[in-house]
C-alpha cells in the first residue's frame, strides 16, 4: 500500500479569553524553507517589531515544529499531516 501523501500544516494560537484552540494559517506542499515562511510571515504581519535575528529565530523556531516559547500573546505551529 502506498504511503498517502502529506503537507505541511501552519496554524496559530493566541492568548484570548475567547481562544478557541488552533486557527489554520496556511497549507504548504513540502516542509516549509525559510524564504517561505519568510514571505509569508512578512504577508500576513507576523514580525510584528522584530530586528532580522529575531525573525530568524522566530522562523527556525517555527521550522522545528513552532510552539509558545514565552509570554508572546501569538504564536504559531507547524505539522505534517496525512491527506485524508
Known sequence: MAD??????????H???????EYFEA???K???????ADWL????GYGHMDVM???SLIEHIRAGGGRRGTEDIWYNLKQEELQ
Not at 31 to 37: A, G
Request: no cysteine; charged share 20%.
Open 4 to 13: 498517502k501523501p502529506k503537507v505541511w500544516v501552519l496554524t496559530s494560537e
Open 15 to 21: 492568548n484570548l479569553h475567547d481562544q478557541q484552540g
Open 27 to 29: 497549507v504548504f506542499a
Open 31 to 37: 516542509h516549509p524553507s525559510v524564504q517561505t515562511l
Open 42 to 45: 512578512r504577508r500576513h504581519g
Open 54 to 56: 529575531e525573525a530568524v
